[in-house]
């Protein structure tokens, strides 16, 4: 199975948001074990950002980050992928980047909190509380 895992989750992981972390955690280890998880590199910037700024894992970070995305593939976005995020009826630019990275790179699921946000969607949007139950 391979998924793209939406930003949010990630930043429950590193900013141990609660009641969140505990799927998030639950997510991410199952990508270093069983799962394929991917993320886009426009996600890593965010992820370093926010955790950074909302004063997560201060002297650890970047060691932190390294050992969080080698346990997920990062993919790219391309010209095509920004092209149809701004043609498409997405109303969040940077979820619509993350839908046509996802399928371009061929994923299976899109994982995010927020499916209601992903309505257009040609891949299945799954919840944290869904993939959990699916994985066990």
């Known amino acids: 199975m ?37 993320l886009t590199t426009c996600q890593t ?11 997560g894992l201060e002297g650890n970070l970047q060691y932190f980050l390294l050992t969080l995305f080698s346990q997920v593939t990062i993919v790219e976005s391309n010209q095509a992928d920004v092209l149809k995020a701004l043609a498409s009826n997405f109303s969040d630019y940077e979820d619509a980047l993350l839908h046509f990275s996802a399928v371009r790179h061929q994923l299976d699921y899109i994982l995010t909190r927020n499916t209601k946000d992903f309505k257009h969607s040609l891949l299945p ?12």
Do not use: W
């Open 45 to 55: 910037k965010d992820i370093y950002y926010f955790t950074r700024k909302l004063g």
């Open 125 to 136: 949007v799954i919840s944290p509380t869904q993939f959990l139950e699916m994985t066990r």
């Open 2 to 38: 391979k998924i793209l895992i939406d930003t949010n989750i990630f930043l429950d992981f590193t900013l141990q948001r609660a009641p969140y972390f505990v799927e998030a955690s639950q997510i991410l280890k199952a990508c270093s074990e069983t799962i394929h998880g991917y």
